[in-house]
Each structure stands twice: as structure tokens, then as C-alpha cells.
């Protein structure tokens, strides 16, 4: 059983558990989860193994996370929770409620769905490999390295996030590249389940945003009948960053209804 690195926000007993995405952490929700505590939500934010300051393994699978979660949920002593996740972190989110319905009071899911994805990530991975972590003595001088391979800032910008340094003053990823990279295809697969969630539940797509589209609506709500898909126009895949009022409004709204 492993033990998950956590931020708590809140108090009180509804509990809202936030699964973050593939190479991202919990850092990348803070300002939300502080809305949303605010809101009188009780919220853990959780690093999923392998990323943030959780432990890294040898294996990455949407089942070992599903397995993680259920066991989080245990070490905290919460019988039920709102679950919300984007990307990776949605797919667990979805494998979990079906598997674990009693634990699952709703289901958030942030541009992602229950389907095989292709893959998406190599020029990522490219980009990162480039990064001499011996040799780098600033942010700047890895970014400058990953550029050629990676053009879009803004997907720099979010793997440097997860660039610390180490207790040495070396710089590290807080991310398990090794085991992401090797199991990387476990990531893309579909949920590939059959049983239902009959709870209720909400979809958010980013409007430009291409994970979700309108031929996923009916494969969606054969898992998930009591599903909605809502909309975030002008947002992309990191909708809760990018529209970060919007993505609240929807999410508080669906929590206290």
C-alpha cells in the first residue's frame, strides 16, 4: 500500500478528491482547491504515483491508481467522496467510480474520455530526454534545450513545473520518466470496462480542445447514464488553468446541486 503525498484543503465532511494528469502534480491545482475549500468543500489533493512527491514504482497502470485511490480513501477514513479528474487523472477517476460506486457520491471528469487515445506524448519525451540533468544549472538552460523538440511554450511550461532540485542542489524531474516512458501505452488504453456508474456525473470539455468529441457522447453515456457534457468555450486541454473561473463556477455548481 503505497503512501500517497497529499494536500489538504478545508474542512467538514464533503470531500472532494482531486486526481491531477499525466507529468503534472497537485501543485498544478492549488488555487483551485483553495477556491473550492473556501466554498465549504472538504479537498485532498493527491500526487498520483510515479509524479509530484509520491513514490515512484516500477509500473504505471490506470488500475494500479484506481487500487491507490481506494486505498487513500482508507488510510483517510472518508466513506465517500466527490471525485474529480483531468486527463490521466479522469480516466482513474472513471475506472474508480464504476469499480467503487459506494465511494463515489459524483464524478468530475476534465477533458478526457473513457476511450484509446493515440499517442500524444513523444515529442514530449524527446524534448525531456534532451534535458542534461548533470549538467543544467537553471530553468532557462532546460527549457532552451527541450525548444527544438518541443515548440509549444505553454507545454514547456507545464513539464517545468515539475523540475525541482534535490536535496544535493542537483535538478531533478518529480516525475518517474523511466516508468512513464515504459508504460506509457498503459496510459492511452480505453477504461475497457462494460459495467456502468449510474451516479451522477459531469463531463468538461475544453471548446478547443480535441479529447473530447462529439462521437465520444454516446460511448460516454452508455458507461455514465446519468452523465452531462458541458462546455468551456475558447479553453484547451488544460481548461481548469486556462479558464480557471469558469472551470470553478461549473464544478461548485454541479457539487452542491
Known amino acids: 500500500m503505497l503512501q500517497l503525498n497529499f494536500k489538504e484543503y478545508g474542512q467538514g465532511n464533503q470531500y472532494l478528491i482531486i486526481l491531477h494528469g ?44 484506481v487500487d491507490d485511490l481506494n486505498d487513500f480513501l482508507f488510510q483517510q477514513n472518508i466513506q465517500e467522496a466527490i471525485i474529480l479528474g483531468h486527463s490521466m487523472g479522469g480516466k482513474v477517476a472513471m475506472l474508480f467510480s464504476i469499480q467503487f460506486p459506494s465511494l463515489c457520491r459524483k464524478l468530475i471528469v476534465a477533458d478526457i474520455a473513457p476511450k484509446e487515445y493515440n499517442r500524444g506524448h513523444d515529442s514530449v519525451f524527446d524534448a525531456i530526454f534532451q534535458v542534461n540533468l548533470t549538467q543544467i544549472t537553471s530553468r532557462k538552460q532546460a527549457d532552451d534545450a527541450m525548444t ?20 544535493d542542489g542537483m535538478y531533478e524531474w518529480k516525475f518517474n520518466l523511466q516508468t512513464l516512458t515504459n508504460d506509457y501505452d498503459e496510459i492511452r ?24 468529441m ?42 452542491k446541486k
Open 189 to 212: 488504453k480505453s477504461i475497457g470496462i462494460n459495467y456502468k456508474y449510474e451516479g451522477e456525473t459531469i463531463f468538461i470539455k475544453g471548446g478547443i480542445s480535441n479529447y473530447i
Open 148 to 167: 527544438p523538440y518541443l515548440g509549444d511554450l505553454n507545454t514547456r511550461q507545464f513539464i517545468l513545473k515539475s523540475l525541482d532540485r534535490n536535496t
Open 22 to 65: 499525466f507529468l503534472g502534480s497537485l501543485d498544478n491545482w492549488h488555487t483551485l482547491a483553495t477556491e473550492l475549500a473556501k466554498n465549504g468543500l472538504h479537498v485532498f489533493s493527491i500526487d498520483q504515483r510515479n509524479h509530484g512527491k509520491s513514490p515512484h514504482t516500477a509500473n504505471h497502470t490506470l488500475q494500479l491508481m
Open 214 to 255: 462529439d462521437s465520444d457522447t454516446q460511448p460516454i453515456l452508455q458507461l455514465f447514464p446519468n452523465a452531462t457534457v458541458t462546455n468551456i468555450p475558447n479553453a484547451g486541454h488544460w481548461l481548469h488553468a486556462e479558464k480557471p473561473l469558469e472551470f470553478l463556477a461549473i464544478v461548485l455548481d454541479f457539487c
